[in-house]
């Protein structure tokens, strides 16, 4: 492992791996750009609980925004998320 690692920042990177919801928002994120409200109808959860969600997300770097007018739709980061996120679902799928 890397000595310059931050265990803390690190620790925490993972947390948000830990819960549902989160889980549930990067995943309908992975295909496609989504603004709250579809997300929202996705996962089936109020838009205010996507939207503070969303909040945590984008602090830790994990989400990010695109601005077309008023529009705002959410994207996974980069390719990193989407291979943590890709190979969770294979090793659980490995069972």
């Known amino acids: 492992m890397h000595t310059k690692v931050d265990m803390g920042e690190l620790s925490l990177f993972f947390k948000v791996f830990s819960d549902e919801t ?7 994120l992975l295909d496609s750009d989504k603004c709250v409200c579809e997300i ?17 997300l984008r602090a830790l770097n994990l989400v990010k925004t695109n601005k077309c007018g008023q529009n705002v739709t959410y994207g996974v980061s980069d390719e990193h998320i989407k ?9 659980i799928n490995e069972r």
């Open 40 to 56: 929202a109808d996705i996962i089936g959860v109020s838009s205010s609980a996507v939207s503070h969600q969303l909040k945590l």
């Open 22 to 28: 989160r889980l549930k928002i990067l995943g309908t």
């Open 83 to 91: 291979i943590i996120l890709e190979y969770g679902i294979e090793h």
